[in-house]
């Protein structure tokens, strides 16, 4: 199946999950809602706020931009293009832009059923 998250309609969150400004994203959710697939894009300043995972995980790939990474205790980690983050099932982690520019990642959150 193709997928075109280039086609889709991008919707915008203003503090989502708890973050700060705006998060927009073009996202797919599989016909029985246990995968998603996005492009998500964070402005300048923006956050996705701290969260947990429970019952599916998260991979997501930086395309542009720069931003923070948090995750569960650990250091805060500076995330740029080419870089993969991975937030298992039962873990928690936030992102923010750091940069002047939108900060762009493909996320993948696949079911754990």
């Known amino acids: 199946m193709l997928v075109d998250l280039n086609g889709m309609q991008e919707e915008s969150f203003i503090g989502f999950k708890g973050g700060t400004k705006s998060f927009s994203q073009k996202a797919f959710v599989d016909i029985d809602n246990d995968n998603k697939m996005l492009i998500g894009r964070l402005e300048p300043g923006a956050s996705?706020?701290?969260?947990?995972?429970?019952?599916?995980?998260?991979?997501?790939?930086?395309?542009?931009?720069?931003?923070?990474?948090?995750?569960?205790?650990?250091?805060?980690?500076?995330?740029?293009?080419?870089?993969?983050?991975?937030?298992?099932?039962?873990?928690?982690?936030?992102?923010?832009?750091?940069?002047?520019?939108?900060?762009l990642f493909f996320a993948g959150i696949p079911s754990q059923k």
């Open 48 to 103: 996705i706020g701290y969260h947990k995972h429970e019952g599916n995980c998260e991979i997501m790939y930086i395309l542009s931009g720069e931003g923070l990474m948090k995750s569960d205790d650990e250091a805060d980690t500076k995330v740029v293009p080419g870089q993969c983050f991975y937030c298992q099932n039962g873990h928690s982690h936030s992102l923010i832009n750091t940069g002047d520019s939108d900060l």
